[in-house]
């Protein structure tokens, strides 16, 4: 099925890398105004087995990795550049990543899940044929 032209599974994407753009940007910008993590709710005692002694640096990692990075995939897929669809994978691994790091130092918050989901979300969406055919459609027009 096709929307504008294009794969809907492309815009299912689309709307996944968008949700989690907005997400880690909000996220981002609050950890970066209160390092304390307290406009989050977040308790500073798992940070205790890390080298941080607040959020500053996790808040800009979220907010560049998983904010402004996602936004600039989301662009690359839709201007069907051929980067687009090896670096949604490419956040959905970071994903992974962060998620276990999160884990490992003791977070224990119902947002493990949604990003675990949007993770694999990612992937599987990604790697699906139509929005890789979408890539290669750009070089026929």
Known sequence: MRVGGRPAILWVLLAVLGQLAVRAVIGGVALLMAPSGEIV??????????????????????????????AVVC?????????????????????LIWVL???????????????????????????????RQDRSDAKRS
């Open 75 to 95: 662009y690359a897929l839709y201007t069907r550049r051929r980067w687009g669809w090896t670096s949604s994978v490419g956040v959905a691994v970071a994903m």
């Open 41 to 70: 709710g977040l308790s500073s005692v798992p940070l205790d087995r890390t080298p941080f002694g607040d959020f500053l640096v996790p808040g800009i990692i979220l907010f560049v990795v998983f904010g402004l990075v996602p």
């Open 101 to 131: 790091v999160e884990v490992a130092a003791g977070f224990d918050r119902p947002t493990i899940y949604l990003n675990l989901a949007t993770a694999g979300a990612i992937v599987v969406l990604a790697v699906h044929p139509a929005v």
